[in-house]
């Protein structure tokens, strides 16, 4: 009778045939493991830019380094007119809460901002220009063309309040109003002249801040000039008035 010898279960025969097999194991977990988790691809910067109306236009920008700064220019034809930073979205974490919650990444890198208005031009004129967008820390540049055309200022009117005439001692407070079309004007700057000369100057449509007195005897030539504003874009204007101050009956 010949015997023959089975390795036990825990013996160096079975080890030996399942040694390979483990390695093979280990292996394939490895591989599948790097290939749930492939790096990210770099995103290339893109601009797009969309307007409500002349002169309201506003660049969405992705794929910037999150949490970097751009650099803005505004360009009529090679000269730049406007220039800007802003920073780009920070990358975040957003967590879902329900019968299954989750979180998940959002990138950053993105950013919204309004174009500039080239108040060089002249009304409805238009050149050809760009926007660039440069991110800072890669360096890469995003250039749109853009065709620019000039502000048309709203008109407006500047009204002084005084008497035709008064006596000695006549004082007027901020005594010139500002509108535009039937709106009160509260931006930009009043200065009041008496007889050519600046006495004080104050905000459009305050209450205070310019005390006229010491009107001369006689004829006195009162001018307020409105200065204009960029944002709203106004118009300037002025008015001036005759004002006589009699003097005291002896």
């Known amino acids: 009778m010949i015997e023959t010898q089975h390795p036990s279960h825990g013996g160096p025969g079975r080890w030996r045939r399942r040694a390979p097999m483990l390695a093979t194991v280990l292996a394939l977990s490895a591989a599948v493991v790097t290939q749930a988790t492939p790096a990210l691809a770099a995103t290339t910067p893109e601009v797009s830019i969309t307007c409500a109306g002349t002169n309201d236009c506003t660049a969405t920008g992705t794929g910037f380094t999150p949490s ?8 009529a034809g090679s000269t730049a007119f406007a220039t800007s930073t802003i920073v780009a979205s ?77 006596e000695p001692g006549l004082t007027a407070v901020n005594p010139a109003k500002v509108t535009a079309g039937s709106a009160t004007v509260t931006v930009g ?9 600046a006495v004080c100057s104050y905000t459009a449509g305050t209450s205070s801040g310019c005390t006229v007195t010491d009107f001369p005897v006689g004829v006195d030539q009162v001018q307020a000039s409105y200065s204009g504003s960029l944002v709203p874009y106004y118009a300037p204007s002025s008015a001036s008035e005759s004002v006589t101050i009699w003097p005291f009956d002896d």
């Open 68 to 75: 970097g700064k751009v650099q803005v220019q505004a360009l």
């Open 90 to 166: 920070a990358a975040t974490e957003v967590c879902v809460q329900g019968l299954k919650p989750h979180c998940f990444d959002v990138p950053g890198g993105d950013f919204s901002a309004a174009l500039p208005i080239d108040y060089g031009l002249a009304c409805n004129a238009t050149v050809a220009g760009a926007m660039q967008y440069t991110d800072v820390s890669a360096g890469t540049v995003v250039t749109k063309p853009v065709t620019w055309t000039g502000p048309c200022a709203t008109p407006t009117t500047t009204t002084l309040l005084l008497p035709a005439s008064s």
């Open 189 to 197: 700057t009043v200065t009041i002249s008496v007889n050519g000369v």
